[in-house]
């Protein structure tokens, strides 16, 4: 409903089939985590694109966004409980710095990682790379 109120465009890119195994609840969340983020961190009028593919065995879930992205000091702390890269605009946006680091422990718990690209004014894109599901096990 965000996304609609701030005109932002949600795509996802047709993708074949990319299954992992694990805890449904927690995978949903990484997903919800990240996905807030880009629409919370995107401008009215902005665009989201979602990505769904299978490279060298692991799938990757990738969300780009055309938001303010996040300064280039800030990137190696973003992981931290309870870091922020902008305080007052964190403030001002709810949350509690601690979604990213959520999403990285969850990512760790399924034997995946979790990548972030971004350029200040540009955007964001977050990566989340885990095992592909075995067929039948």
């Known amino acids: 409903m965000l996304a609609e109120e701030k005109l932002i465009t949600i795509t996802v890119n047709d993708t074949n089939e990319a299954k992992v195994r694990g805890d449904s609840a927690r995978l949903k969340q990484i997903v919800v985590n990240l996905l807030d983020n880009a629409i919370k961190y995107t401008p009215s009028g902005g665009s989201i694109i979602i990505n769904i593919s299978v490279i060298n065995n692991k799938t990757v879930f990738a969300i780009t966004d055309t938001g303010i ?19 007052v605009r964190s403030r001002e946006q709810g949350g ?4 990213l680091s959520i999403v990285r422990a969850i990512c760790l718990a399924h034997g995946g990682t979790v990548e972030i690209d971004s350029i200040e004014n540009k955007g964001t894109t977050c990566r989340v790379i885990l095992p592909i599901a075995n067929e039948g096990g």
Request: no cysteine.
């Open 96 to 99: 509690a710095g601690l979604g």
């Open 69 to 87: 992205g996040i300064p280039t000091d800030a990137l190696p702390h973003i992981f931290e409980r309870f870091y922020r890269a902008d305080k």
